[in-house]
């Protein structure tokens, strides 16, 4: 076939989908008004959110209660109805701590492992030093239970409060979009996992796209969603697939309330990730976020974790 | 001023959209009743079922008034609306197979009023071309019509549909060569 025969082909090609397209049956365009009911009704099951992130928090006060006796008695011994009620709390908390323990250690570890491999990936992207300083795991992690009083957003107004003069040069939203970038980069991964899933991992310049592929079903979409950051890595890790990215938080974003990364799929819509899926350390030094998606290879289940430094 | 996204078929006003992205909700409506065709169009092409597509695109809308705000750029509108239907289509597509729903895009054509010509011919035309839709699988029939229809470029395509730009190409090629069999065929026969 020729060139002159393809472009041939593809006029008719065109005049028949125009054909074609005029006498498609459009229904009755249902009211607008529909569209701000079921987005608002979608709003408000963002308690279900707010449900987890008050879960969340009790889980870690939990978590400091039972801490204290016992670093009580590390120092000065416990009396009996401490020890007895610490021994009646254990089970929950230890319960507790391996729901944190899900959604903090290995994030953590991740992120150390991730900011390793790519020294050069957040500094290129716009970020300062400090998104990228290495802190160990066990540190943080102390932090994060001993200093944090669980309210990530008292840490950042903390943080804004301390540094609003440099923060307001921070570019709007998400770490590398500055105006000098106009165009959209587009990569992909094709990587066979477990023989039968393919993944891609389309990267923007402030988000990424993940669509999981079941190639024993005819390529069937098993999982689509999209989160908002800068893509700094990614990789298989056992079942799951990690993909890291980060997002700058400013000064503008923290004072509308909208700091969260957003992300988006088929069933949730467009949504800002709960904050309780947010760890913050003793102090913000710089606003970074670092955000950590974990695709189940095998379900496509998703789970969006982040640390802000 | 109005853009024309594509250069054929969505037309989207600036003003409107940056209005919506301010919450303005008149111009919201303006902009939903402006381009929910051509959105229920494509899901249709890509779906084959009326219900489907209005879910669908009604879906994609609320996602819309969710996430304008979050909208530099508004010339960037028409190309995200695409993107986020076609992230719901693909979904459904995927419910589909599961269902063992069968595409069947010829009932939901009309017939065209009596002034638009050889109406045998037409009805003839549209429904070879919805059969030859038929027998694609539902990508191929996103960026045939992204391509052809909306005139994208295959770089936009590759952005809307989260593919890389030279697996859109190749697809669209592939495309081509099966309608061009599947139609050209039929002509010259």
């Known amino acids: 076939m020729d060139e002159h ?76 109805d401490m020890a ?61 239970i001993s200093g944090s009083d669980g309210n990530v957003n008292s840490a950042l107004e903390e943080f804004f409060r301390e540094n609003s003069a440099t923060a307001s040069g921070n570019p709007p939203t998400g770490g590398n979009d500055g105006d000098d970038i106009t165009s959209v980069a587009v990569d992909s991964f094709g990587a ?36 908002e ?32 990364p957003m992300a988006g799929d088929a069933e949730k819509g467009t949504y800002f990730i709960d904050e309780s899926s947010v760890e ?7 606003g970074n976020m670092n955000i950590r998606v974990a695709i189940h290879i095998g379900t496509g289940d998703y789970e969006i974790t982040a640390k802000i430094f | 001023m109005i853009a024309m996204i594509g250069g054929v078929v969505m037309k989207i006003e600036n003003d409107l959209v940056v209005k919506a992205s301010k919450g303005d909700r008149d111009a919201f409506s303006d902009l939903y009743y402006s381009c929910y065709k051509d959105l229920y169009k494509f899901a249709v092409y890509t779906l084959g079922d009326a219900e489907d597509a209005a879910d669908a695109v009604s879906d994609t809308f609320v996602e819309i008034w969710k996430g304008i705000s979050k909208l530099r750029d508004p010339d960037s509108f028409s190309s995200w609306a695409f993107r986020i239907l076609s992230t719901r289509c693909k979904r459904e597509i995927g419910n589909i197979i599961k269902k063992r729903n069968i595409y069947n895009i010829d009932d939901l054509i009309e017939t065209p009023s009596s002034d638009a010509g050889n109406i045998e011919e037409d009805i003839a035309e549209s429904a070879s071309l919805a059969s030859a839709l038929s027998k694609l699988d539902g990508e191929e029939r ?48």
């Open chain 1, 5 to 80: 025969e393809n472009m041939n082909f593809e006029h008719e090609l065109s005049e028949r989908f125009k054909a074609l397209d005029k006498n498609i049956k459009i229904p009755e365009i249902p009211d607008a008004q529909g569209i701000f009911e079921v987005a608002e009704k979608e709003t408000k099951v963002v308690p279900f959110s707010k449900i987890k992130r008050y879960a969340a928090v009790a889980a870690a006060v939990v978590l400091i209660c039972v801490s204290i006796p016992v670093v009580l008695g590390s120092v000065g011994g416990v009396s009996m």
């Open chain 1, 84 to 144: 007895a009620n610490e021994a009646a709390e254990e089970p929950r908390a230890v319960q507790n701590e391996s729901l944190m323990d899900a959604a903090f250690d290995e994030p953590a570890e991740a992120f150390v492992e991730e900011e390793t491999e790519e020294p050069s990936a957040a500094p290129k992207d716009g970020f300062d030093e400090a998104a990228t300083e290495t802190v160990p795991e066990d540190e943080e992690q102390q932090k994060s």
């Open chain 1, 192 to 227: 066979d996992l477990n023989k039968k899933r393919e993944i891609e991992v389309s990267v923007e310049k402030d988000s990424v796209s993940v669509i999981l592929r079941d190639k024993a079903a005819g390529n069937e979409v098993i999982s689509a969603f999209w989160v």
């Open chain 1, 229 to 260: 950051g800068t893509f700094i890595g990614s990789g298989e890790e056992d079942d799951y697939y990690v993909i890291n990215l980060a997002k700058k938080i400013t000064e503008e974003d923290f004072e509308s309330g909208n700091w969260l």
């Open chain 1, 280 to 286: 913050v350390g003793k102090k913000i030094n710089s």
């Open chain 2, 142 to 189: 996103m960026i045939v019509v992204l391509s052809v229809l909306h005139g994208y470029t295959n770089k936009e395509i590759a952005e809307m549909i989260g593919k890389p730009q030279g697996t859109v190409s190749s697809k669209l090629h592939r495309t081509y060569a099966k309608l061009r069999e599947m139609l050209g065929g039929e002509n010259n026969g």
